[in-house]
């Protein structure tokens, strides 16, 4: 593809902020951004704004972006309101770097900016050490309006509704993968403890505690084999990436070194379900045209984050990017290749399951943990020598289909 | 910009479908747009689905598009959904085009679908000649979630709540204007009537009777000077168009005869209400670009599809769009110039006024009349010889400033 560049990210930190408002979170990644590119407000050309719930949470549509952003000085050039589930912080990406590859800007903002705690949701209940809110029980119809007809509870569900729903799902792809592959509920627990280790290393994830492969899974359970420290929490968060062509690049004086370059960026959808629909699994089409435009192969990623809403998740988006052989995602993180430090570090940052998963911004900030790794600023959970990273980001569920999934990869 | 083409267009009735699902709407505008373009669902790449009002109406939000087209066969390619309140279908026409020429799809599909009118809204209550509901009182808060705080309601309102905050602001405008230029109420029936005379040549249309400018005076006062023919009703309908670049055109085999080019597309945001501020007037901003991005001038356009929420809003948008003098829009169109047959036709097809206001699809609305217009399709409402024709839509309000307005020129 034709250069597009990261100029600047930003997150917030991610997880329960019930004294900030969505428009302050909104603020505090903007301004973020902008001091990380060197970038005035003036001189952004055009906005991608990513939320699901403000609607359900707030009653705020319509103009979503325009109205959180609009105190913190963005005035008078468009923005664009992007929703895709859990994928709509990458769908926001995807979309300014192609709005500035269509040269309708020289420097896009992409935002993707979550509330989902709010005052009035008392009746949440924390399970898990008195710290992690898994269930909204009431009100937020965010999770069940990810979804339509088609979809099927799985059986032996044993946990709350409604956030439950997709944990059930989950749930059942584990167990599919179990009797497929032999994969086994220890090294789900290895997936979720090695993430969780991570993000004790992450200031801005939501849980800094270490969990032993014993502790995740004595924990919980949510569905078998599903505990608690295997599945994403409810959070509140903010990311943002500004992305720019050459001239943007001038105009922002950036330092080379520290810019860095979209080398793919793919949205697709498709089946995510059935092993045996393996080749038109919406992670695997994306990953093979991601790796054309990038002109790279799985060999050439040196991390990823991917979409561990839940410890199966990770497993099966590696085996669908290529980035293990199919089958082989529960027994490579059993062998420690995951982990920091092995052969391919995934989820450096915490992943969902510990940074935390305020779906309209989750996409956002796997590209600002990409872009903090590919410059070396990842601090203690630093990904040695990392040139290349891939972040991938599925979101929705159709009938039996991946309503979407984004592929981006990053590198210098 | 670089060439992208509109290959297809449809638009499905405007009006109260209370036996029809938003689905249902969404599958007609797919297949029609799909018919006429000569394009087999397998061809497109991508689609940009716009709505506003399902959240609060159906409880859907996050991946809107994908539901409603998954049974019409739309799956394994990305969709994007947006949202930018009554500009929705631009937005999404938009970015299809920005999309094309960042050579991300070779044809791609934006389609806008509104569902406004429910089976439980009984307490709609109808006014003027028994059909036309302009007020949904309960339940749909879609209207309200347009604005946000800073937005006064003026003084004088005498209409219920919550659809007439728009119409008071609209008055507001009235008002203003009427003391600047000395516009008058009878233009503003002037106005109305022509639209409302247009669309009784469009079968399309949500309404097709005609009005004199008496019976506009003495219909149901709304906001003084605003009546109840001067303001758009709540519709339902659903509209689209397939575009592409060249490789695509020729993937399509299309017609170039039938096949029209975007000339230009732009977004923009900014003020709108203030006169005095009338040179950062977000239509005015959008209508320079777009004039540059063409290489046109306001006299080289032959008919105008504008954004008459209420017959003061063309007034306004045809001064901001430089096709009439500041101050001249009442007059111009007690002279005439802006009916069928004068110098520039506007709103051909009736306007929002008249063909109705189903807001997500309204933008996709516009487009469907140039391109009719423009191959010579429109019938009895066809502008003689049109060979250039505009679009603008404008959507949300934030503060004082308009949220977003959105011109596209169409030519040969």
Redesign the interface.
């Known amino acids: 593809?034709?250069d597009v560049y990261i100029a600047g990210v930003s997150m917030t930190h991610f997880g329960k902020h019930l004294d900030r408002s969505l428009k302050s979170l909104a603020g505090e990644a903007l301004d973020a951004a902008l001091a990380d590119a060197g970038c005035e407000t003036a001189m952004i050309d055009?906005v991608f704004f990513g939320n699901?719930?403000q609607?359900?949470m707030e009653?705020?549509?319509?103009?979503?972006g325009?109205?959180a952003l609009?105190e913190h000085g963005i005035?008078?050039?468009?923005?664009?309101?992007?929703?895709?589930?859990c994928a709509?912080a990458s769908?926001a990406f995807h979309?300014a770097v192609?709005?500035v590859?269509?040269?309708?800007a020289d420097i896009a903002l992409a935002i993707g900016v979550e509330k989902m705690f709010a005052d009035d949701k008392a009746r949440m209940f924390s399970a898990f050490d008195g710290a992690w809110d898994v269930h909204e029980v009431e009100r937020s119809?965010?999770r069940?309006?990810?979804?339509?007809e088609g979809v099927e509870v799985p059986e032996g569900s044993t946990s709350p509704r409604p956030y439950s729903v997709f944990m059930d799902i989950y749930a059942g792809f584990c167990r599919m993968h179990m009797r497929e592959f032999g994969t086994t509920q220890e090294q789900l627990a290895i997936v979720a403890a090695k993430n969780h280790e991570h993000s004790v290393n992450n200031p801005l994830s939501q849980y800094q505690k270490t969990f032993s492969v014993d502790d995740v899974l004595a924990a919980a359970p949510i569905t078998y084999p599903l505990t608690l420290p295997m599945c994403s929490p409810i959070s509140d968060g903010a990311a943002a990436a500004v992305v720019c062509n050459a001239a943007g690049l001038k105009r922002l004086g950036a330092e080379r070194a520290r810019t860095l370059r979209v080398l793919a960026s793919v949205?697709?959808?498709?089946s995510n379900r059935d092993i045996t629909e393996f080749d038109?699994h919406a992670s695997r089409?994306a990953a093979q045209k991601a790796y054309n435009q990038a002109g790279l192969g799985p060999a050439d990623i040196d991390l990823a984050e991917v979409h561990d809403a839940t410890a199966m998740g990770e497993i099966i988006e590696l085996e669908a990017l290529g980035l293990c052989e199919l089958g082989d995602g529960g027994p490579a993180a059993e062998r420690g290749e995951t982990r920091l430090g092995g052969r391919l570090p995934v989820n450096p940052s915490g992943g969902l399951e510990s940074k935390g998963h305020p779906i309209g911004a989750t996409g956002l900030g796997q590209i600002y943990e990409l872009v903090m790794q590919l410059r070396g600023e990842a601090g203690a959970r630093q990904v040695e020598g990392a040139r290349v990273g891939l972040a991938q980001n599925g979101?929705?569920i159709?009938?039996i289909?991946e309503?979407?999934t984004c592929v981006n990869i990053v590198g210098h």
Chains 1, 2 share one sequence.
């Open positions: 593809m034709s055009a699901c719930v609607g359900h009653g705020q549509d319509m103009v979503r325009e109205i609009r005035a008078g050039i468009p923005v664009v309101n992007v929703e895709n589930a709509t769908t979309m192609n709005y590859k269509a040269g309708a119809k965010a069940f309006a990810a979804m339509a949205i697709q959808s498709g038109r089409l979101g929705g159709v009938g289909e309503a979407v």
